[in-house]
């Protein structure tokens, strides 16, 4: 069984998240894949759909030629309604792709193991969406308060060489901040919204260099992993316009193949992040069962509960 209450530092945090994915990945994205795909398609396809409506904007605006007419034949209903069936399916599905890993852990920590159905897993991603949704508009309240004061020291600091550094520390310290309240509050139901913020600052600002250490790494290999992915179609795209552009007659190239490459460039962009979002989410849980294990000794109070019961010899 992969140990999830144990003291880590930064390159654990990073160990232990493939290492138990390494374990579990299988039977965790199959019910990833079962519970989020279908708003994941979805959301590809409207992805791709509007994609290539911006690319087709752009140029159209660029050439001079652009009418909000054209839009999808005309039917500007039809766009306005795509539009809107966007934003909703991907609310809907972010709070469930954030919410998937935590409820995964905490089903590894209640079961020892990775052999509970999908339906157990849904039905506690039902229990907990409501505290999720709780737990975001709380926090946008306090972004627009203090948050806002933070978030414009830390863009400050972006536009200073000697700041820049700092910006990033504070940035991914937020984050961290941010994740491990978001486990609290929905992990602990008997946890305010104000505490959960006051015991992820004190975990965070105490081990502060393996926190930020390891979210950054963590970004910065989705950020690659995820722009390989996306390229791909986007250097595609490019050749086609670049191709169409030196046999057009005049200055106006064909722009269709240019824009079914950015439909699928926006389309893969949005997949992979999601799925790589997973990799991040878990680095937080990791965290997160490190400062429950340093709170509250779980670790140690199960070897203690081990003693005298096994077998002699």
Same mark, same amino acid.
């Given at each position: 069984?992969? #140990?999830?209450?144990?003291?880590?530092?930064?390159?654990?945090?990073?160990?232990?998240?493939?290492?138990?994915?390494?374990?579990?990945?299988?039977?965790?994205?199959?019910?990833?894949?079962?519970?989020?795909?279908? *708003?994941?398609?979805?959301?590809?396809?409207?992805?791709?759909?509007?994609?290539?409506?911006?690319?087709?904007?752009?140029?159209?605006?660029? #050439?001079?030629?652009?009418?909000?007419?054209?839009?999808?034949?005309?039917?500007?209903?039809?766009?306005?309604?795509?539009?809107?069936?966007?934003?909703?399916?991907?609310?809907?599905?972010?709070?469930?792709?954030?919410?998937?890993?935590?409820?995964?852990?905490?089903?590894?920590?209640?079961?020892?193991?990775?052999?509970?159905?999908?339906?157990?897993?849904?039905?506690? +991603?039902?229990? /907990?969406?409501?505290? $999720?949704?709780?737990?975001?508009?709380?926090?946008?309240?306090?972004?627009?308060?203090?948050?806002?004061?933070?978030?414009?020291?830390?863009?400050?600091?972006?536009? $200073?060489?000697?700041?820049? %550094? *700092?910006?990033?520390?504070?940035?991914?310290?937020?984050?961290?901040?941010?994740?491990?309240?978001?486990?609290?509050?929905?992990?602990?139901?008997?946890?305010?919204?104000? /505490?959960?913020?006051?015991?992820?600052?004190?975990?965070?600002?105490?081990? +502060?260099?393996?926190?930020?250490?390891?979210?950054?790494?963590?970004?910065?290999?989705?950020?690659?992993?995820?722009?390989?992915?996306?390229?791909? %179609?986007?250097?595609?795209?490019?050749?086609?316009?670049?191709?169409?552009?030196?046999?057009?007659?005049?200055? !106006?190239?064909?722009?269709?193949?240019?824009?079914?490459?950015?439909? !699928?460039?926006?389309?893969?962009?949005?997949?992979?992040?999601?799925?790589? #979002?997973?990799?991040?989410?878990?680095?937080?849980?990791?965290?997160?069962?490190?400062?429950?294990?340093?709170?509250?000794?779980?670790?140690?109070?199960?070897?203690?509960?081990?003693?005298?019961?096994?077998?002699?010899?």
């Amino acid at each position: 069984m992969f #140990q999830l209450y144990k003291k880590r530092g930064f390159s654990d945090f990073l160990n232990d998240t493939f290492a138990f994915l390494k374990l579990n990945g299988k039977h965790y994205l199959k019910n990833y894949t079962i519970l989020c795909g279908g *708003f994941l398609l979805i959301l590809t396809i409207l992805g791709y759909i509007l994609g290539k409506a911006y690319v087709a904007f752009m140029f159209s605006a660029i #050439q001079g030629k652009f009418r909000l007419e054209g839009l999808f034949g005309g039917n500007i209903a039809l766009f306005v309604a795509i539009v809107i069936l966007f934003v909703i399916i991907i609310i809907i599905f972010s709070f469930l792709s954030y919410l998937y890993p935590m409820v995964y852990l905490r089903l590894y920590d209640e079961h020892g193991h990775a052999a509970f159905s999908t339906k157990v897993i849904g039905d506690r +991603l039902r229990a /907990d969406i409501g505290r $999720t949704v709780k737990f975001t508009l709380l926090t946008l309240l306090f972004t627009f308060s203090v948050g806002l004061l933070l978030m414009a020291i830390i863009v400050l600091l972006f536009f $200073t060489v000697i700041g820049i %550094p *700092f910006a990033f520390i504070g940035l991914f310290a937020l984050a961290g901040v941010y994740n491990l309240a978001f486990f609290l509050y929905v992990n602990d139901k008997g946890m305010g919204f104000i /505490d959960s913020f006051k015991t992820a600052f004190e975990f965070v600002k105490n081990n +502060l260099w393996p926190v930020v250490g390891s979210n950054f790494a963590m970004s910065m290999l989705i950020q690659i992993i995820g722009s390989v992915f996306s390229m791909i %179609p986007f250097i595609i795209g490019i050749i086609s316009l670049m191709s169409s552009l030196e046999k057009s007659s005049s200055n !106006i190239p064909e722009t269709a193949g240019f824009a079914v490459a950015m439909g !699928i460039t926006f389309a893969i962009s949005l997949l992979v992040s999601y799925f790589l #979002q997973n990799l991040l989410i878990l680095n937080n849980g990791m965290i997160y069962y490190t400062m429950q294990e340093a709170n509250h000794s779980h670790f140690s109070k199960s070897e203690i509960d081990l003693i005298g019961t096994e077998s002699e010899f």
